[in-house]
């Protein structure tokens, strides 16, 4: 990716984000800018965005007990190391267990390309989809855009597994409006990143209030932090 292409991805998503570009004008430049899913993955990385000043705080919810009495999880989203090119395409943890009530800090503090998606029986959306503005091609492929179904978000701040959940890409997310999900209904509920979804999936598994849970955040963060170590060696290797 050179320069100009830079220039033009942050430019676009500075101006969907302030407001002052609409979200199907903006699927249509990044379309336009002719990248494969290889190079848009620097969408996320904060180099892109230096150019324009200070960038928005990230908001860092408190995990734990809440107010209310529920609690506070905190998924972390991917990871990257940039100094040693390697990135890794999975959810910390990739299976969580809380009580009906409780809540998810999906941490997309990274932004590395990826959204947090529950499908609707199990049908992962596509990424790209033919435009629908575009004269039907006499040859060849139709023109392509990214789906605004995945590009943008969608569903509301609690779930039940009744409804579509989509973050959105995060390189769109305001980082000061951090992703939090509560979970009103107990059950098993699988998720997935839509631009790695061959690799990246995730389980929730929401039990009766006040059910017995097997791991506190403290041990899913451990167990996550191992996890990364060993995705590290083999990146490496």
């Not at 991805?9 to 004008?25: E, H, L, N, P, Y």
Request: hydrophobic content about 40%.
């Amino acid at each position: 990716m050179n320069v100009r292409q830079y220039a033009m991805i942050s430019d676009v998503v500075q101006q969907t984000r302030a407001g002052r570009m609409s979200r199907r004008d903006a699927i249509r430049l990044l379309g336009g800018v002719g990248l494969g899913l290889a190079g848009l993955t620097t969408l996320g990385r904060r180099p892109v965005f230096a150019q324009e000043g200070t960038p928005p705080a990230v908001a860092t919810p408190q995990v734990g007990k809440q107010p209310d009495g529920s609690t506070l999880w905190r998924v972390k989203v991917g990871d990257m190391m940039m100094a040693e090119l390697i990135e890794l395409h999975t959810f910390f943890p990739s299976e969580i267990t809380f009580n009906a009530g409780d809540s998810i800090w999906f941490d997309m503090t990274m932004q590395g390309f990826h959204t947090v998606t529950f499908p609707m029986g199990g049908e992962v959306p596509p990424l790209l989809v033919p435009d629908p503005e575009a004269a039907t091609p006499t040859a060849g492929p139709p023109k392509l855009i990214f789906n605004p179904h995945v590009v943008f978000p969608a569903g509301g701040p609690e779930f039940d597994g009744t409804a579509f959940l989509n973050s959105g890409i995060d390189v769109f997310r305001d980082p000061s409006q951090p992703l939090i999900v509560k979970f009103t209904t107990p059950g098993s509920f699988n998720y997935l990143c839509v631009p790695h979804a061959s690799v990246m999936h995730g389980k929730v598994n929401v039990v009766e209030s006040g059910a017995a849970l097997p791991m506190d955040q403290a041990a899913y963060d451990q167990a996550a932090a191992d996890e990364m170590a060993k995705l590290y060696e083999q990146g490496r290797a």
